[in-house]
């Protein structure tokens, strides 16, 4: 039943494919390259090409990731702009799948923030805004799909959430879990030894109502006993100016810091899943922020004028720091469950400088963490092997099936394990690196690869090519004479 058949090769790409992504019916999916184009692709028997969009009259040097909507009547796709080489600068655009028109476009920075759907019709992209040499402000943004609107009162943007950013890090890859959907069964073999690993999850939604002074006088006698040692030498050990700043600016954000917000109907609500980080600008914490059903609509004040002045960023409910630089998330199809693509760091590695990030194992660790528990429930899966340094380390997609989970790697292979039993039980071999991996929602016995080698694989369980290959038993014509003869 694991997908491990080569059944068709496609090579309409130019260029590296960069992910794949599924409609929810199975019965199309899309793929991003390098070639500036987002590709549609009908899933029968043999894949076939729908339509092709080229995003370069809009000024995009490629596309990067795709993702359908609910319903599989819109497809969102994200790309990046050309430019500078050191630009974070992208763009969402939303594309009819009735008609193949290009609904609307919304700005995206940085560009690997990607975009994701909250609604059918809503989406979430990012906004970056530098306060200092290493610090800045993450803002999400939900969107509306339809931009065409015909009353100037009626909402296309709304800002969700405003998120603090220390020492040079940045929000990237969100995406969006669905609380409603965490009634199943337990993964098997979950490990209990909290021991197991470096991982830690904090949760950041304690209860705060037995503070003794007002967090903003904190804030200030903090700041005056910070700067008078600073200015008088007293500063043990001597601060470096990228120290100080971030030292400044989390003493800043905790008078002007909102908490969470807490909801009895917590299966109703979501959360937004995100990379982050605290100490260098590598991608090395999990952020999780709960969106609550008041917060899942464009209506409501617009661009955050119903906050107070005082709540100037928002908290996040939980952090997981993997101790590694994160190269890839993907949710098991009932949300429950996080699996994440980590490079470790090594062990008791020490930032000093948040623009020099500690090297990185060239062995990936694919970790799993439950959302309804907050805890990580295995052993990390091993295989797969990634090459590229810490400083130009790019994403390797995964994804999730009931019974498999798949990566793609640097070493010209895709992987499928077990997920219960965290067996490797397959390699896919392409010819240059494996970017995107991805199972049919509706038959995981189908998995697509994309790769550097400007192809897209398809592959099918040995059960299924049987099956499909089995001779059709065809019925013995009627002949009036053979019957009389009887």
């Known amino acids: 039943m694991v997908p491990c058949v080569e059944v068709q090769t496609l090579r309409e790409h130019t260029d590296q494919v960069l992910h794949l992504s599924f409609s929810h019916s199975g019965y199309q999916f899309a793929s991003c390259s390098k070639d500036c184009t987002v590709k549609i692709w009908n899933n029968d028997l043999t894949i076939s090409l729908l339509h092709s969009a080229d995003m370069r009259p809009y000024n995009w040097s490629y596309t990067q990731f795709s993702q359908f909507n609910q319903d599989d009547s819109l497809l969102l796709a994200s790309g990046v702009f050309l430019g500078p080489h050191n630009s974070s600068s992208g763009e969402i655009a939303v594309i009819s799948l009735d008609t193949f028109a290009l609904l609307s476009r919304v700005r995206n920075k940085p560009y690997d923030v990607f975009g994701c759907w909250l609604t059918e019709t809503s ?65 098997l073999l979950d490990a209990g030894d909290s021991a197991m690993s470096p991982c830690r999850v904090f949760d950041l939604g304690g209860d705060s109502s037995d503070e003794v002074e007002p967090a903003s006088a904190r804030t200030k006698e903090g700041l005056r006993r910070l ?39 917590s299966a109703r609500n979501k959360y937004l899943i995100f990379t982050t980080g605290c100490l260098t600008y590598s991608p090395h914490q999990i952020g999780i922020k709960q969106i609550l059903p008041h917060q899942m609509t464009t209506a409501g004040p617009v661009l955050g004028e119903g906050r107070g002045s005082d709540a100037f960023f ?130 995981q016995e189908l998995l697509l690869t994309a790769s550097d080698d400007a192809t897209i694989k398809a592959w099918r369980s040995p059960r299924t090519v049987r099956i499909l290959q089995a001779p059709r038993l065809r019925p013995r014509p009627f002949s009036w004479f053979a019957s009389q003869r009887r």
């Open 123 to 187: 989406l979430i992209s990012g906004n970056l805004h530098r306060i200092g040499d290493i610090t800045s402000c993450s803002v999400l943004w939900l969107n509306n799909a339809f931009q065409d609107v015909e009353s100037e009162n009626v909402n296309v943007v709304k800002r969700l959430f405003k998120i603090q950013n220390l020492n040079a890090s940045t929000i990237r890859t969100v995406m969006v879990a669905d609380c409603s959907r965490f009634d199943s069964p337990d993964l």
């Open 314 to 443: 928002d908290a996040l409910d939980h952090v997981i720091d993997v101790h590694g630089h994160i190269i890839g998330m993907g949710l098991s199809p009932d949300n429950r469950y996080l699996y994440v693509n980590s490079r470790a760091w090594p062990s008791g590695s020490v930032v000093a400088d948040p623009m020099q990030p500690p090297p990185i194992a060239e062995e990936i660790d694919l970790l799993v963490f439950d959302l309804k528990t907050m805890r990580e429930v295995k052993r990390a899966l091993r295989a797969h092997r990634a090459y590229t340094p810490n400083d130009e380390c790019f994403f390797i997609f995964l994804d999730v099936s009931r019974d498999f989970v798949a990566s793609g790697a640097e070493d010209r292979h895709g992987y499928i394990w077990d997920r219960h039993y965290n067996i490797c039980l397959a390699k896919l071999r392409h010819e240059d690196v494996v970017n995107s991996v991805a199972f049919s929602p509706q038959e």
């Open 227 to 265: 700067l008078d040692s600073v200015l008088d030498g007293r500063a043990q050990p001597q601060l470096s100016e990228r120290a100080l700043e971030t030292r400044v600016a989390e003493l800043l954000a905790q008078g002007h810091t909102k908490p969470p917000e807490r909801s009895a109907a």
